[in-house]
Structures are given as structure tokens and as C-alpha cells.
């Protein structure tokens, strides 16, 4: 039973262009996401977080957005860059940093920047 | 300023064998958590460390698994008469108890595979 999903297991964007990333979850206990990004051969990177009390939050070229009444988040890179090309998690907790929960991840969107 | 290390990085064994994975977190990290991940999945959480208390383990997979984190410094995961399907990416997060963005920081992983 998935909690956290992303069905799109890969996009493709022309670089320079913006990149939406989409994540749906289940678990109305969560109040915290975090979208994290991976390379081969390394482990996640943290790349930004919003909490269940914002629908916003923006970092440079990264912006993302939470809808909770449709249990809905996006992810948003613009402009897209060839450096953005890897797979894409997102996650949530119930409590701030996992706690004893851990982080839930979905399966990841393998982001492909074309030049 | 280091991140999160993880030793071995690759680890091949024969079916029955016993593996044990350290991990070395961030210095004054006080949590420390361990995930799986498996082909074509996100990182799923296995256990849970506060200092040196481990605080949830009831996710670990079976009875084989067990970890440890002695003095609240580094961590080991250890799998007893591994099988094949416990071939997959062990990694390993560590967070502080206050994190601004709530945010876990991974080390590179230990790729284990069961001959």
C-alpha cells in the first residue's frame, strides 16, 4: 500500500524550460514533504521541504507546492538545466525530520534534461 | 566538513553468510536512520536512532536484521543468513534533533548483493 506516490516513473524537458514533478500521498497523518534528488552510485540529496501549515515554498530555481485538500504536491525547477538530469524522490514524515516514522518515499521520477 | 560515510560500499556474498554495514554520521547528528532500497523503489525506512537508543525497529524486515548504535557515534546493520532478496541498496541518514527543513542527510549507500 503505497503512501506516497509518483506515476511518472520518467519527463523528459528541453533544457531551459520548467520541469513539473508530481507526487500524490495517502496518509492525512503527514505533515511534512521533502523532495530529494539522486544520482547514480550516491545517495539522496535534500533539495527543499514545505510543511502541511504552507502551500509554498520557493528556493532559487525550485519551488514547491502543496495542495492538501487533494493530498497533492508538485515540484517545480525552472529553468531547467542539464545538471537537474537524475531520479526525483519525494517524501514525507509526520513529524519533522521522520522521527521514530522515518521519511516515506515514493519511487521516484527519472528527470531527463535534453539540450 | 564531512557528510555521511558508509563502509563497505559494495559487498558480495554467498547465500547463508552474515554481513555487517557501519555507518558513520554526521558528528553531532543526534538521529540516525537506515533504509533499503531495491531497484525501481524509493528508500524504505527500517529503523530508528536516537543517540545511542534505538527508538524504532519494528520495521526491520525480519528477525534476521538487527542494528546497533553503541555510545550514540557510529551505527552497524547487520544481516544474518542473508538470502537472495535481501540483494538491494542499504542506506543510511542522520539528522540533527532540531533540523530547520527537517531534512535527512544520506551517505552513499552499501550495495549488497547475495550470490
Known amino acids: 500500500d503505497q503512501q506516497v506516490k509518483q506515476n511518472s516513473p520518467s519527463l523528459s524537458v528541453q533544457e531551459g524550460r520548467i520541469s513539473i514533478l508530481n507526487c500524490d500521498y495517502t496518509?492525512?497523518?503527514?505533515?511534512?514533504f521533502l523532495w530529494y534528488k539522486k544520482y547514480p552510485a550516491e545517495g539522496p540529496t535534500f533539495l527543499i521541504s514545505?510543511?502541511?501549515?504552507?502551500d509554498k515554498n520557493e528556493d532559487g530555481r525550485f519551488t514547491v507546492f502543496l495542495n492538501k485538500s487533494a493530498k497533492h504536491l508538485s515540484l517545480h525547477i525552472v529553468p531547467s538545466q542539464p545538471g537537474d538530469s537524475a531520479v526525483y524522490f519525494c517524501?514525507?514524515?509526520?513529524?519533522?525530520?521522520?522521527?521514530?516514522?522515518?521519511?516515506?518515499f515514493g519511487k521516484g521520477t527519472h528527470l531527463i534534461i535534453q539540450p | 566538513d564531512t557528510g555521511v560515510s558508509q563502509n563497505p560500499r559494495h559487498k558480495i556474498t554467498k547465500r547463508g553468510q552474515n554481513v555487517t554495514f557501519r555507518c558513520d554520521p554526521i558528528s553531532e547528528h543526534n538521529r540516525l536512520y537506515w533504509y533499503r532500497q531495491t531497484l525501481g523503489q524509493g528508500p524504505e525506512f527500517l529503523t530508528y536512532f536516537q543517540n545511542e537508543a534505538q527508538l524504532e525497529k519494528s520495521r526491520l524486515l525480519s528477525d534476521r536484521f538487527s542494528a546497533e548504535r553503541p555510545k550514540g557515534s557510529f551505527s552497524t546493520l547487520e544481516i544474518q543468513r542473508t538470502e537472495q532478496g535481501d540483494s538491494a541498496m542499504y542506506l543510511c541518514a542522520s539528522s540533527p534533533l532540531a533540523g530547520l527543513d527537517g531534512e535527512q542527510f544520506f551517505g552513499p549507500g552499501t550495495r549488497l548483493t547475495v550470490l
Open positions: 517524501a514525507a514524515s509526520q513529524a519533522r525530520g521522520g522521527g521514530a516514522d522515518g521519511l516515506t
Open positions: 514545505i510543511s502541511s501549515i504552507k
Open positions: 496518509n492525512s497523518m503527514f505533515d511534512y
